[in-house]
């Protein structure tokens, strides 16, 4: 493997691109083969000389490297402190199907060649395997002293009218029995995200409280983007991630799971809040 040239890159940038490069020629490629962060920092002061003095201070460069776990750019992981380093396949795009997909109209065929593909099969392909996750979603809300239901069959409100998942509780207030209803909208991954906030955003015409669910590999839950509680706050939805093992994260996704996930496989994280919309005097 070609040694990369961190010329006209940020500190930031050369302490990632060097410690990715070392990890990927050591062979640290899962949670059980790791370097620690003081073997990182030896082996890119020895390999990467010209761009680190003898200076370059060591908790600086620890630093730079804790913040690769939460890049989502980056595929360097760490499981928790003190427990190494390595590079993590499921890290690297945690996607159904790549967005380039869905813009192209390609994807790869036999030996690799690029072949056409309807985008409406990719849609259906996605919705094929977003009920799989409905029932974890269910007794979560159930959890939360809901009664919930899978609605995502009903198309009476219209585009992104519909919610995946739906509960209701009846709550006995000073001023007589209220009613709230939650919504949720789930998907097999965070790819295209910034798309598909805004079906649960559309349910707070109706809801009063949404929430955006997708399914992650718990192993990389770090390197969800934080744009999202910035997408949370500004309307109002909460997000959920489905966090499960990477092998029923890649089997949800080739389409290889015979039967819906439960709470067994599955820890559903409270990743923003849902807010109550305020309330019209």
Request: proline share 4%; hydrophobic share 40%.
């Amino acid at each position: 493997m070609e040694k990369p040239n961190l010329d006209n890159k940020s500190t930031y940038e050369k302490v990632r691109t060097a410690c990715e490069y070392i990890l990927k020629v050591k062979g640290n490629l899962n949670h059980g083969d790791t370097l620690s962060s003081a073997e990182l920092f030896a082996l890119v002061k020895e390999n990467f000389s010209d761009d680190f003095s003898d200076d370059f201070a060591k908790n600086t460069f620890y630093q730079y490297l804790s913040n690769t776990v939460k890049d989502a750019d980056s595929a360097i992981n760490c499981l928790g402190r003190r427990q190494g380093y390595y590079l993590a396949e499921v890290a690297e795009g945690a996607r159904l199907e790549p967005a380039a997909d869905e813009e192209s109209g390609l994807e790869e065929g036999v030996g690799g060649a690029e072949v056409p593909v309807d985008a409406q099969d990719i849609s259906v392909r996605r919705r094929l395997k977003e009920p799989l996750l409905y029932p974890v979603l269910e007794s979560w809300l159930i959890a939360q002293d809901y009664q919930a239901a899978d609605v995502s069959s009903g198309r009476s409100l219209g585009k992104w009218g519909n919610p995946d998942v739906a509960g209701i509780s009846a709550i006995d207030a000073f001023n007589g029995l209220s009613i709230e209803l939650v919504t949720v909208e789930a998907k097999v991954s965070l790819d295209g995200w910034e798309q598909w906030i805004f079906e649960a955003v559309s349910h707070r015409r109706f809801a009063n409280r949404a929430y955006f669910a997708f399914a992650h590999p718990e192993e990389t839950v770090s390197k969800i983007p934080q744009d999202m509680r910035y997408y949370s706050e500004l309307f109002g939805v909460g997000v959920l991630v489905l966090a499960m093992d990477n092998e029923n994260f890649k089997a949800l996704h080739a389409g290889e799971l015979n039967e819906p996930l439960g709470a067994e496989d599955v820890e559903v994280i409270e990743f923003c809040a849902a807010k109550v919309p305020a309330q019209v005097l």
